[in-house]
T-cell receptor, first 111, second 116 residues
Framework: GIQVEQSPPDLILQEGANSTLRCNFSDSVNNLQWFHQNPWGQLINLFY???GTKQNGRLSATTVATERYSLLYISSSQTTDSGVYFC?????????????FGKGTKLSVKP | GAGVSQSPSNKVTEKGKDVELRCDPI?????LYWYRQSLGQGLEFLIYFQGNSAPDKSGLPSDRFSAERTGGSVSTLTIQRTQQEDSAVYLC??????????????FGPGTRLLVL
């Protein structure tokens, strides 16, 4: 089946630093999403990005579908950015779809 | 409603008991999904509904797990004869539909299940 791998598994940043999170997927997928899970467990959609680049404030994401990877950029990090970042690949086969998650990158931003 | 809601928010049960978890999707969303997140792990897809129909139940961990959706709205995930390894956060999500290209899923706050 499709494998979704994220790196790094853990990341500690000083407030104000920039970072890049990577997501590799093993097969062609129909789409890719990035989520942020805050320390209270709530999952928030960040980007829905099958290809190209999108930006939302200090966050941006790029997916290169032909090379099977996606990147999430966090600039000028803040303590509120702490949490786990998941990427998930949407795979649609036959008549059904499935969202396959990576194991996440745990980000801690220190003041 | 304003978002996806789940109940109960926390559930502690004894091994061997049955539990029922409920999900109320965003009004008008035809697709509904269930996931499980074990401690420190990623999300494991369990099942999804398009309307009241679940095309593929192979993601359910065992035959102790079942799910249903009625009226194209509320869904219930039932775990019979709970085991300690069932302890996890059970997350529900909904989306306007399911398409080949995928759609943005909106997640509820989850139900934290602890089996003693």
């Amino acid at each position: 089946g499709i494998q979704v791998e994220q790196s790094p598994p853990d990341l500690i940043l000083q407030e104000g630093a920039n970072s890049t999170l990577r997501c590799n997927f093993s097969d062609s997928v129909n789409n890719l999403q990035w989520f942020h899970q805050n320390p209270w467990g709530q999952l928030i959609n960040l980007f829905y990005i099958p290809s190209g680049t999108k930006q939302n404030g200090r966050l941006s994401a790029t997916t290169v579908a032909t090379e099977r990877y996606s990147l999430l950029y966090i600039s000028s990090s803040q303590t509120t950015d702490s949490g786990v970042y998941f990427c998930a690949a949407w795979f649609y086969g036959g008549s059904q779809g499935n969202l396959i998650f990576g194991k996440g990158t745990k980000l801690s931003v220190k003041p | 409603g304003a978002g996806v809601s789940q109940s109960p928010s926390n559930k502690v049960t004894e091994k061997g008991k049955d539990v029922e978890l409920r999900c109320d999707p965003i009004s008008g969303h035809t697709a509904l999904y269930w996931y499980r997140q074990s401690l420190g792990q990623g999300l494991e897809f369990l099942i999804y509904f398009q309307g009241n129909s679940a095309p593929d139940k192979s993601g359910l961990p065992s035959d102790r797990f079942s799910a249903e959706r009625t009226g194209g709205s509320v869904s219930t995930l039932t775990i019979q004869r709970t085991q300690q390894e069932d302890s996890a956060v059970y997350l529900c999500a909904s989306s306007p539909s399911i398409t080949r290209g995928g759609v943005t899923q909106y997640f509820g706050p989850g139900t934290r299940l602890l089996v003693l």
